[in-house]
C-alpha cells in the first residue's frame, strides 16, 4: 500500500458531463502529481502542486483543472467530457517537489465517458 | 527533446530465470532514474531509484545498472517469479527547473513469466 488513496475508483459519465476525482496524498508528503494513462499510452504528466501551489504543469487540457488543499488533498477536476478523456487518472505524491525523491502512486481513477 | 523510452514493449521469461529489462533516456542532464512496476489495475508501484553519481544499486532480488555514457539503464531480476509479471517503466524527473518537476515515464515493458 502506497498510503496515496484516491477516489472514486471507478466513475462512468456520459460527453459533455463534468467530473471531479480526489487524491489524499501519503502523510507528510506535501507535493500531489497528477498523471493520465490511456489505454496502450504510458503515463502522461499532467500538473504538480506542493503545499498548495502549482509547481508544474504538462499537457493538461485546458477542460481539466485541478488544486490542492489547506489539508493537502487535491481534486481533478474535468468538464466538457470527450470520449477521448476514457483513462486512468492517477495521483502521486512525494515529499519534495523538486524530482529527488520517488512518487508513489495511488491505484487511480477509472473514468469511462460515453 | 527530453525522453525516457524502453527498448523491448514485451519480454517473456522462465520462471527461476533472470529477467533484464532496459531503458534509454535521451537527457544528458538527468541525475536521477526510478523503476516502477505496474500490475494490472493498480497503480505503479516503486521498485528502486539511482542517482547519477552511482553505477549500480542492488536491492531484494532486483539491481539497477546505470551508464550514463551511453545514456542507458537497465533491471535485473534475479530467479524471476510469477509475481513479477506485470508492466516495468522507467522515468526520471524531465524537466526539472528547481521550482517543479515532471516525472517522465517510458512507455514500459511487460514482462511475462512463463511456468
Known amino acids: 500500500d502506497s498510503g496515496v488513496t484516491q477516489t472514486p475508483k471507478h466513475l462512468i459519465t456520459a460527453t459533455g458531463q463534468r467530473v471531479t476525482l480526489r487524491c489524499s496524498p501519503r502523510s507528510g508528503d506535501l507535493s500531489v502529481y497528477w498523471y493520465q494513462q490511456s489505454l496502450d499510452q504510458g503515463l502522461q504528466f499532467l500538473i504538480q502542486y506542493y503545499n498548495g501551489e502549482e509547481r508544474a504543469k504538462g499537457n493538461i487540457l485546458e477542460r481539466f483543472s485541478a488544486q490542492q488543499f489547506p489539508d493537502l488533498h487535491s481534486e481533478l477536476n474535468l468538464s466538457s467530457l470527450e470520449l477521448g478523456d476514457s483513462a486512468l487518472y492517477f495521483c502521486a505524491s512525494s515529499a519534495h517537489p523538486d524530482g529527488n525523491s520517488p512518487l508513489h502512486f495511488g491505484n487511480g481513477t477509472r473514468l469511462t465517458v460515453t | 527533446g527530453e525522453s525516457v523510452g524502453l527498448h523491448l514493449p514485451t519480454l517473456s521469461v522462465q520462471e527461476g530465470d533472470n529477467s533484464i529489462i532496459n531503458c534509454a533516456y535521451s537527457?544528458?542532464?538527468?541525475?536521477?532514474f526510478i523503476w516502477y512496476k505496474q500490475e494490472s489495475g493498480k497503480g505503479p508501484q516503486f521498485i528502486i531509484d539511482i542517482r547519477s553519481n552511482m553505477d549500480k544499486r542492488q536491492g531484494q532480488r532486483v539491481t539497477v545498472l546505470l551508464n550514463k555514457t551511453v545514456k542507458h539503464l537497465s533491471l535485473q531480476i534475479a530467479a524471476t517469479q510469477p509475481g513479477d509479471s506485470a508492466v516495468y517503466f522507467c522515468a526520471d524527473p524531465g524537466s526539472r527547473d528547481n521550482y517543479g518537476q515532471n516525472f517522465v515515464f517510458g512507455p514500459g515493458t511487460r514482462l511475462s513469466v512463463l511456468p
Open positions: 537527457n544528458s542532464a538527468s541525475d536521477y
